[in-house]
């Protein structure tokens, strides 16, 4: 009698066509990310939620999830960052979206032989001394940054982006995981 119910489902309605149009737009992204899943490729922006075209045509992937195609696994948390003194890429981008504490990430691939690239720079200035930022990264089980020391690898430079590149990755279980 007072219409409450026909505005719940009005506005309801609305919220759902406003989502069916977000996704809408978005569809060119997905069918190009399903396009470079079917071949092998991926390119994940970490921690960005949004896809992205980089200048030079190279497309990357919403962070996520794994979800059975590819995602991070484990504790996840993400923060965006300045990038206005970015030096050394072409690409500012991609290191302005940071996934840090997580355990690794996973992509479903066929079996073969594959290249990893990883665009990194240190997060947190305060931290930004010797042996702070040092790790190792595993690809498959085996070593591909055999404990890096960010800041000895950027020269001491903060705002340096690195990019680090690693072929001949075998894959023969159908998945790669980077830890």
């Known amino acids: 009698a007072s219409n409450q119910f026909a505005e719940l489902t009005r506005v309801a309605f609305s919220r759902r066509m406003n989502q069916l149009l977000e996704k809408e737009k978005n569809i060119t992204n997905y069918i190009k990310r399903q396009q470079m899943i079917d071949k092998g490729q991926y390119a994940v922006n970490c921690g960005s939620p949004t896809f992205y075209t980089a200048p030079d045509g190279k497309f990357f992937f919403p962070d996520q999830r794994f979800d059975g195609t590819y995602g991070y696994f484990g504790k996840y948390d993400s923060i ?100």
């Open 80 to 179: 965006t960052r300045d990038i206005s003194q970015m030096k050394g890429t072409d690409l500012p981008e991609l290191y302005k979206t940071e996934a840090y504490s997580l355990e690794g990430y996973k992509f479903k691939l066929p079996n073969g032989t594959y290249k990893v690239v990883m665009y990194m720079k240190a997060g947190f200035s305060p931290n930004f001394k010797p042996a702070v930022y040092r790790f190792t990264v595993m690809a498959n089980g085996k070593p591909f940054l055999n404990r890096i020391d960010l800041h000895e690898v950027s020269g001491g430079d903060f705002n340096k982006a690195l990019k680090f590149e690693m072929s001949g990755i075998s894959v023969d279980n159908g998945e790669l995981v980077i830890k």
